[in-house]
């Protein structure tokens, strides 16, 4: 190994972490009224932080959590809710407020902003009540509950169940000792759907539905479920469902424990070195 290679390996370990991170997860959508309070599930993830500077760090990590809603009373008789993990694979660069590291003269904590890029894939399912009496959890994306299937809405295309996201926010991170920090951070994720709780426009009618969905029956009976509300209530297509002016958001909010790389696997660096 080379001097120059063997100092770029050193660096890179130095200034490397490994983050493993726990907190929450909501959502914001039609079924919470686009509020950024709602069902908080646990949500943990595993990432590598790179300090480029004392200011700015770059960072990736993959996160897994689970967002749910369901808010009959924001639009009369409604009766929806829904269930989804999210499975994320995310980059961003952090900068800090002060200059954070491990010299001298550098602050040990600093508060941070945060904004990258990210993908995620998702999958909204909702309860029912089978002819048994045993709750069961069913896919609804391939129902198209809102039309999805139909030739008479050619408009409605079945959406994607994997998506891009803007994740973006705010923390603050403490360096304990040389080699081990502790974090909290609280994001935004801004999406590029509005289907994450499966609902966005409006009501086609369970006989449509019925006839022209793969399974119209189950579809029907969970696009429109004001009768479970009040017996025999129908609502009738083109009454509003959701809104479809704004997309779907998810938050994230986490506590994480920062291990420097060097610390982990410095010594599989070679001592051995030769200077040529």
């Known amino acids: ?118 993908a995620f894939h998702y999958n909204p399912q909702a309860s029912y009540l089978d002819n048994e009496g045993n709750e069961t959890w069913v896919d609804l994306q391939p129902l198209g509950t809102e039309g999805q299937n139909l030739n008479s809405y050619p408009d409605r295309v079945r959406y994607s169940l994997k998506q891009f996201c803007l994740p ?29 709780d499966d609902v966005s426009t409006t009501y086609v009618g369970a006989a449509a539905l019925a006839a022209g969905s793969p399974d119209g029956g189950l579809a029907a009976q969970l696009a429109d479920r004001s009768s479970e509300v009040r017996e025999g209530h129908v609502n009738a297509p083109g009454l509003k469902r959701g809104d479809d002016s704004l997309n779907d958001w998810y938050q994230m909010f986490t506590v994480s424990a920062s291990f420097s790389l060097h610390t982990m696997f410095g010594w599989t660096r070679s001592k051995r070195c030769t200077i040529k």
Not at 37 to 53: D, F, H, P
Not at 179 to 193: C, N, V
């Open 1 to 118: 190994m080379t001097a120059g290679a063997a100092y770029g390996q050193d660096d890179f370990l130095t200034r490397g972490e490994m983050l493993l991170s726990v907190g929450g997860m909501n959502y914001m959508g039609d079924l919470n009224n686009q509020s950024v309070l709602g069902k908080v599930n646990l949500a943990a993830s595993a990432g590598v932080r790179y300090s480029l500077n004392n200011r700015l760090a770059v960072a990736g990590a993959v996160a897994y959590g689970r967002i749910e809603g369901g808010n009959p009373d924001a639009i009369e008789l409604r009766n929806l809710s829904f269930r989804s993990p999210v499975y994320e694979l995310s980059a961003h660069i952090e900068f800090n407020f002060f200059p954070y590291g491990g010299g001298s003269t550098d602050w040990q904590w600093t508060p941070y902003i945060f904004g990258g890029v990210g």
């Open 168 to 196: 973006f926010g705010i923390g603050i991170k403490m360096r304990i000792t040389r080699w081990f920090s502790l974090s909290a951070e609280y994001g935004f994720h801004a999406t590029w759907t509005d289907y994450l």
